[in-house]
């Protein structure tokens, strides 16, 4: 940007990055990102490693797609009409009680352990890790997931772990 004759939210998009449709968009996606994810702690209590949100998600948001306005989309996700009530709530909390809530979480997560078998996964899709023209780990090559994340974390500490030189 730089200075318009226009006021800044009535610069056309087809001028300026700084247009008020990015603007509004940007509002309107995080609204609805927070009211998803207050909707599914209010029914599940987390989000993390959870089967079920996955396909509500698939159903309420990535199937019907363009077909459907965006705020019905979320509306039938979560029950009630986008609002900024969760967003505001957010934003709203203090640095402090929001380190505690996510430190709480994340304790919690520690002590029940993953709710998945991190080590059978089957994402069904293949997994290419690279750098540069060198592939370092491959589902398909390397037996799954599992082994693919294995292989990867070897890499970095390999690369970039304490005493290692850089070879990137």
Request: hydrophobic fraction near 35%; glycine fraction near 8%; charged fraction near 25%.
């Amino acid at each position: 940007g730089g200075p318009s004759s226009l006021p800044l939210l009535m610069v056309p998009h087809i001028l300026s990055a700084e247009a008020s449709c990015y603007y509004h968009a940007y509002v309107l996606a995080d609204m609805s990102v927070y009211q998803t994810r207050d909707y599914f702690f209010a029914k599940y209590g987390s989000i993390t490693d959870n089967k079920e949100v996955g396909p509500e998600l698939v159903k309420s948001y990535w199937l019907p797609g363009s077909s459907k306005p965006f705020l019905e989309l979320v509306k039938n996700l979560t029950g009630a009409e986008l609002t900024a009530a969760a967003w505001l709530k957010d934003i709203s909390t203090s640095v402090d009680d929001k380190v505690a809530a996510e430190k709480a979480k994340y304790d919690k997560g520690l002590e029940e352990g993953p709710t998945i078998d991190v080590e059978n996964v089957d994402l069904e899709m293949k997994v290419r890790i690279v750098h540069g023209d060198e592939v370092i780990a491959d589902t398909e090559a390397d037996g799954g997931l599992a082994q693919t994340c294995a292989k990867f974390k070897n890499y970095v500490e390999t690369h970039y772990g304490p005493g290692a030189e850089s070879k990137a």
